[in-house]
């Protein structure tokens, strides 16, 4: 079967069969991951430039070696060394990024809609690691991998998803794909943490930490940037976790072994209690590893727009 | 009547719902206005116009023609080309130039640059600068510029801060017969955000600016315009907010008058969606509901004018990530033909679409035709039927940033004459 898209800028272009064929294409590759010999020679000869037009350390990473372990040759641009600092546009850091014929480009930007202004103008793939507070499609679809592992299916389930909703291409991203795949999706946040009209997602919202985990069958923490109390979205850190802090009572209170996931980097005692990031419901190292495969799934369909890997 | 010059046959005078006349010019001025003889004839010129409407000249208050500083985006002869055509017989020229018109010389640039490229017209009146630098601190000199040619003068871009600072410039220009005009938008409430607050500024991840931005200033105006007793016109109104407060301290007699755009008029924030820089303006594209609300303020009188807001933008300044683009829609080549779409939707009669492009003459006291003898011979001849693209090619501004490009169009301007001269 042949994968239909070019580009992956929001999980909104993905249909549900889309999605599953992701997951299950990330399942196969699991299991080369874990063998002693972690290279399989699907994507050789292919090039994958990283634009991390942001700091990332995981993200970067997690494609570097997503692409390495498929044979891929992956090139890094940081913005700090990059031409951005010259004060290029980015039209023309893509034209030339594009001159050299990769076949595809990850870029981190913090512009909202930085991955599309690339893919209308690039033929070759554009897959989007974050950009602005738009999306982060790579995310979510390892975060559904990671919840897919618990549970096989999402629907019907309900996520909680806390903390910096506004700014976060995360909850974007989730908000989405969970809804799409028949999740119910709960929000918490102070009212300066929400997005605008919120009533017009397919969530519920709450500001009580202590009300919204009843009943949560998983809970997705967001890192609290620390610049949002400078523009004056809350007091302070210590109101904050007062109000908004996973810890181990409040998740009590949710659903049995409800798992609980995180970005990262956490902030340990904001948004999330040190006890809980290590609690056997944590699971965000499980998240840092369906990283790796999800982006090798990413990576082998869009660059071979096929979708059965190479076993190997 | 005295021998006229020109004679203008035939065409349908918009709004009248009389049928056809003649139009007699002599030395730029009207003459008189009879029904259409058709088998008349004249010792002077005719120019026969059947099928045509005929407009006054249009007047535009609110344009950025960019020079001096940035040429690249316009200057004022290309600004004044695209205003000839799109029906302009008078443009009001913003001070947020490069150097900032607020000393006389840089007026008399702008009116010397005037002159050498469109000798006979359209004629511009540049508008002075609020505060010096445009820096919200210090009143520019108001005598001066008016000397110089300014007929109003404003912060427009940087509203002043310093609430008693914009009482004195109100107060002081209120002497000198100058009317402030007021870009109406909160310091602190998402300034220059270039796309409203709501529905898509939440799925596209974009710092949204809400309504009450615009409208909290709005009421600052209108609360000082009705205790100053001193007049204060409202640029570039977007939102239903505003407008009831504009038709509340209109009704308790302030001095208040307002303009809005066709932007406004005929778009939403959905047109942003994509990223779409060129739907990014300052205000921002409001909702359909905002949109409804301005067309009734237009039509009822709370809202007095359209405006352009002409905001040209070279294309590689629009080529950016939304966050990064300049706000601004290129309007001097379309604002006629959009208006007109109202007309033709139902929403504005002609009577209607003549006030918002003229009445601004009335408000800072330019020349203005009203078809009375003595009144300056400005007519513009309309084709309402006539259907065109808004290419790149069509529009005579250096700039083409509008998220009108390429749409089809009905209606244009088939000729402009200004003081009985026909300039295009």
Known sequence: MSWPHKDLLCVSQLSAGDVENVMRTADSFQEINARPVKKVPTLRGKS????????????????????????????????????????????????????????????????????????????????????????????????????????????????????????????????????????????????????????????????????????????????????????????????????????????????????????GPINRGVEIASEVADSVESRILDQVSAGVHVRMALLHLYLTRRDAPAAG | MAAPDLVIRGARLAGSGAPAVDLYLAHGRVLGLETHDPGRAHD??????????????????????????????????????????????????????????????????????????????PRLFPVGALTVKLKGEALAAFAELREAGCKAVSNDGLPVHNTELFRRAVEYASDLGLIVIDHCEDPFLSPGA???????????????????????????????????????????????????????????????????????????????????????????????????????????????????????HAAHEKETPFDEAPNGISGLDSALALTWRLVAEGALSEADLVRALTKGADIFGLP??????GDPADVVLFDPNLTWTLTEQEMRSKSKNTPFLNTRLTGRCAGLYVAGKKIV
């Open chain 2, 194 to 312: 270039g796309i409203n607050e709501g529905l898509v500024s939440s799925a596209l991840g974009l710092r949204g600016q809400p309504t009450a931005s615009e409208a909290i200033q709005v009421a600052r105006d209108c609360l000082l315009a009705a205790y100053l007793q001193a007049p204060i016109h409202l640029a570039h109104i977007s939102c239903r907010q505003s407008v009831e407060i504009i038709a509340r301290a209109k009704e308790q007699g302030a001095p208040v008058t307002a303009e809005t755009c066709p932007h406004y008029l005929l778009l939403t924030e959905e047109a942003v969606t994509g990223y779409n820089t060129q739907a990014k303006v300052s205000p921002p594209l409001r909702t359909s509901d905002d949109a409804a609300a301005l067309r009734e303020g237009l039509r009822s009188g709370v809202i007095d004018i359209v405006s352009t807001d002409h905001a040209p």
């Open chain 1, 48 to 263: 994958v430039v990283l634009f991390f037009a942001e700091p990332s350390t995981r993200t970067k990473t997690s494609f570097d070696i997503a692409g390495k372990r498929l044979s891929a040759d992956t090139f890094s641009l940081a913005k700090s060394s990059s031409s951005l600092v010259k004060g290029e546009s980015l039209k023309d850091t893509a034209l030339t990024l594009a001159a050299m014929n990769p076949d595809a480009i990850v870029i981190r930007h913090p512009s909202s809609g930085a991955a599309d202004f690339l893919a209308r103008r690039l033929k070759c793939s554009i897959i989007n690691a974050g950009d602005g507070w738009h999306a982060h499609p790579t995310q979510a679809l390892l975060d559904l991998f990671t919840l897919r592992r618990i549970w096989g299916s999402v629907a019907g389930k309900t996520v909680l998803i806390l903390g910096d909703i506004a700014h976060s291409r995360v909850a974007r991203s989730n908000v989405l794909l969970l809804g799409m795949l028949g999740a119910n999706v709960k929000l918490c946040a102070p009212k300066t943490l929400l997005p605008a009209r919120p009533e017009s997602w397919p969530v519920t919202t709450c500001p009580d930490l202590d009300e919204a985990v009843e009943g949560a069958d998983a809970i997705m923490c967001l890192r609290l940037q620390l610049e949002r109390q400078q523009a004056g979205l809350l007091p302070n850190l210590r109101e904050y976790s007062r109000r908004f802090c996973l810890t181990a009572e409040r998740l009590a209170k949710a659903n049995p072994h409800a798992p609980v996931l995180h970005p």
């Open chain 2, 368 to 373: 203005v035709n009203r078809f009375a003898p």
């Open chain 2, 44 to 121: 002077a010129p005719a120019v026969e116009a059947g099928g045509l409407l005929l407009l006054p000249g249009l007047t535009d208050c609110h344009v950025h023609l960019r020079e001096p500083g940035q040429e690249w985006k316009e200057d004022v002869a290309t600004g004044l080309a695209a205003a000839a055509h799109g029906g302009f017989a008078n443009v009001m020229c913003m001070a947020n130039t490069k150097p900032v018109n607020d000393d006389a010389s840089v007026t008399a640039l702008m009116l010397d640059k005037a002159r050498l490229s469109w000798p006979r017209g």
